[in-house]
């Protein structure tokens, strides 16, 4: 099957600097991909969608300018998160949708992040 | 509007026993449906996934689902479950598009006892 790889799975940030998460997809090409937040114990909620050559839309509630968002190829998206704060702590996942078939949502590993 | 529901926060069985995990869906048109298992830091993987023809459908590691399009549920069915099967599973529908998001439900955690 499909796979998205994320990076890093882990990363620990001084409060005030700048982390960048890539995901990739492996072996097929992703004209969208979606950026999701994770807090511990919930669900996934989506912070923004990502499109190749485009801007990302961003969902209600989500700064953009602090999460930055760019999808500079059909295999690459990445999210900076800007200026973090111990609140940016969270785990963020990625994923993107096939183009055939079900259309299934196929998922990075995540990344957990702490802001220090 | 899209939404999925999963009743249950959180079910305890025991090692052997079976397992039913519920998913009730809102959804304007015939929804793509899928079930989602996600383990402690890690991503989702997929279960199994629905859009039309026999409504029961089998996934990997023995789990199964039913869709009732009566009910709009779409629940999810193992017949003896494994410790190895604790983890959060999370129900999501979604358009058949890849430009399209799925919306998932809350999640259900499942504890598995010896």
């Keep these: 099957g499909a796979v998205v790889s994320q990076h890093p799975s882990r990363v620990i940030c001084k409060s005030g600097t700048s982390v960048k998460i890539e995901c990739r997809s492996l072996d097929f090409q992703a004209t969208t991909m979606f950026w999701y937040r994770q807090f511990p114990k919930q669900s996934l909620m989506l912070m923004a969608t990502s499109n190749e050559g485009s801007k990302a839309t961003y969902e209600q509630g989500v700064e953009k300018d602090k999460f930055l968002i760019n999808h500079a190829s059909l295999t690459l998206s990445t999210l900076t998160v800007t200026s973090a704060h111990p609140e940016d702590s969270s785990f963020y996942i990625c994923s993107a949708r096939g183009t055939g078939g079900f259309f299934e949502a196929f998922f990075g590993q995540g990344t957990r992040l702490t802001v220090v | ?114």
Excluded: M
């Excluded at chain 2, 298992?37 to 989702?44: I, M, N």
């Design chain 2, 1 to 114: 509007a899209q939404s999925v529901t999963q009743p249950d926060i959180h079910i305890t069985v025991s090692e052997g026993a079976s397992l039913e995990l519920r998913c009730n869906y809102s959804y304007g048109a015939t929804p793509y449906l899928f079930w989602y298992v996600q383990s402690p830091g890690q991503g989702l993987q997929l279960l199994l996934k629905y859009f039309s023809g026999d409504t029961l459908v089998q996934g990997i590691k023995g789990f199964e689902a039913e869709f009732k399009r009566s009910q709009s549920s779409f629940n999810l069915r193992k017949p003896s479950v494994h410790w190895s099967d604790a983890a959060e599973y999370f129900c999501a529908v979604g358009p058949p598009s890849a430009a399209n998001n799925l919306f998932f439900g809350t999640g259900t955690r499942l504890t598995v006892i010896p």
